[in-house]
């Protein structure tokens, strides 16, 4: 609620935009375990010819996925996985592991693994 006070000083339509930012936001352990229900996946590699699909088994069990960007080859993916919640920021500044899969193998490489944003220094 700091925020609110610090930006009313600013413009008006910002105090507007912060309250429909804070109703978006997690408020609870139960909301957290909807967001996980809902969100969590698994992904398939299907063949284009056959339709036939195989579970892609860096994602066995399921993740929350926020992004996925596939090689030119097809023969990689990397792959933004939402791991750290937060209840000040909304899923977009949550945060991440950033991974690079090898299509069929087990072979994950960490890229990146990046704090929820309201914890990133400024300096």
């Known amino acids: 609620m700091c925020h609110i006070m ?65 090689s030119p080859s097809g023969e990689f993916v990397m792959a933004q996985i939402a791991t750290k919640f937060s209840y000040a920021v909304p899923i977009s500044k949550f945060g991440k592991d950033v991974q690079l899969w090898k299509l069929g193998s087990n072979d994950v490489v960490e890229v990146a693994s990046l704090p929820v944003d309201d914890e990133v220094p400024l300096a």
């Open 6 to 70: 610090l930006v009313s000083f600013i413009h008006q339509q910002l105090i507007y935009d912060i309250h429909i930012f804070l109703s978006d936001l997690l408020k609870n352990e139960y909301d957290e375990a909807k967001l996980k229900h809902f969100l969590t996946t698994e992904l398939l590699c299907v063949d284009t010819t056959s339709l036939d699909g195989k579970l892609v088994e860096q994602s066995k069990g399921g993740c929350l996925i926020r992004s996925l960007t596939s």
